[in-house]
Structures are given as structure tokens and as C-alpha cells.
């Protein structure tokens, strides 16, 4: 079992930034994938950004050059820094985790959501 606890939601302005912070614990494996959904009203839930345990990383188009995500992996906690936000912004966002076996995908965990409002 895996339990993801996310942090540093709130309100932030239009151009603003915001750092988000997901700690996992709990039985992770040394090949997995962290990343960051979202899920504003009305819209399905999008990949936002995610990282895997090589570094390796991707991001939606519209928040490409924008967000960055990173990883601390002795501490296994997965940031997502948030800049130049925009009003559609506004959303829950979600910590992911897949752990994978033999390259194959495992099992994943999802936290329990931070609320971002971007408005003034």
C-alpha cells in the first residue's frame, strides 16, 4: 500500500506562482512514475505533468514551459512549481503514482486532491 499526501493548494492571482508538494510512503518501488492531474468542473481530469524514477519528463501542452515537475527521490516526494498561472488553472489537483514490475505497470495510487483557484 502506497499513501500520497499532497500540499500548498490555495488562491493564487492570474500570473502567479504556486508550488505544489506530494509525499509518498509506504511500499514504493524503485521503477515508478509521479506526476500531477487535474480536474476542473465541468472538464475531464488531464495529465498536468509526470516524472518517472530516471528523471524523466512530460507535460501537457498547455502548461509546457509553465509548470515544472521534479522529483526528490530519497525523500519520495514529487514537486510541481507553478508559474504564470492562468484562470483555467483553477482545478483539483491530484498526486499520481504507477509502480511498475519488470516494465509492466503494477499498481497505482492516487492522493487525495488540493484545491487551486486562480482568480483575483
Known amino acids: 500500500q502506497v499513501q500520497l499526501v499532497e500540499s500548498g493548494g490555495g488562491l493564487v492571482q492570474p500570473g502567479g506562482p504556486l508550488r505544489l508538494s506530494c509525499a509518498a510512503s509506504g511500499s514504493i518501488f524503485s521503477i515508478n512514475v509521479m506526476g500531477w492531474y487535474r480536474h476542473a468542473p465541468g472538464k475531464q481530469r488531464e495529465l498536468v505533468a509526470l516524472i518517472t524514477s530516471a528523471d524523466g519528463t512530460r507535460y501537457a501542452d498547455s502548461v509546457e514551459g509553465r509548470f515544472t515537475i521534479s522529483r526528490d527521490s530519497a525523500k519520495n516526494t514529487v514537486y510541481l512549481q507553478m508559474s504564470s498561472l492562468k484562470p483555467d488553472g483553477t482545478a483539483v489537483y491530484y498526486c499520481?503514482?504507477?509502480?511498475?514490475?519488470?516494465?509492466?505497470?503494477?499498481?497505482?495510487?492516487w492522493g487525495q486532491g488540493t484545491q487551486v483557484t486562480v482568480s483575483s
Open positions: 499520481n503514482i504507477d509502480l511498475y514490475i519488470m516494465g509492466v505497470r503494477d499498481r497505482t495510487y
